[in-house]
């Protein structure tokens, strides 16, 4: 399974934005979904935002048409542009991707590698 390093977080005031971005210790060209998770202090962490090896985004819940997902698969990096931030965005961001088991491919789970994240703080 790949390496994965996030970056790009910080102290944002609300209607600000930041850009994340994932890099990939390998190849993610086989991965069929990658995706960005969050975990707010004293919550479970939450999926924010899917994206499929071709490109077709999925996002979940209040980041619907405020964060925009996108992935270059030769660069092996993603990114997470987030637009119109909320207090409620407060977390710390993780990347990761679909966990390979045998021939199938499963959403990663608590055993799975996590990276350090990124803290993303938002002030009112």
């Known amino acids: 399974q790949v390496q994965l390093v996030e970056s790009g977080g910080g102290l944002v005031q609300a209607g600000g934005s930041l850009r994340l971005s994932c890099v990939a210790s390998?190849?993610?060209?086989?991965?069929?979904?990658m995706g960005w998770y969050r975990q707010a202090p004293g919550k479970q962490r939450e999926t924010v935002a899917l994206?499929?090896?071709?490109?077709?985004?999925r996002y979940v819940g209040s980041v619907k048409e405020r964060f925009i997902i996108s992935r270059d698969n030769a660069k092996n990096t993603m990114w997470l542009q987030m637009n119109t931030l909320q207090p409620e965005d407060t977390a710390v961001y993780y990347c990761?991707?679909?966990?390979?088991?045998?021939?199938?491919?499963?959403?990663?789970?608590?055993?799975?590698?996590w990276g350090q994240g990124t803290q993303v703080t938002v002030s009112s």
């Open positions: 990761n991707t679909e966990q390979r088991h045998g021939t199938s491919w499963y959403p990663p789970g608590d055993g799975d590698y």
């Open positions: 994206i499929s090896s071709g490109g077709t985004p």
């Open positions: 390998g190849s993610v060209t086989s991965i069929p979904t």
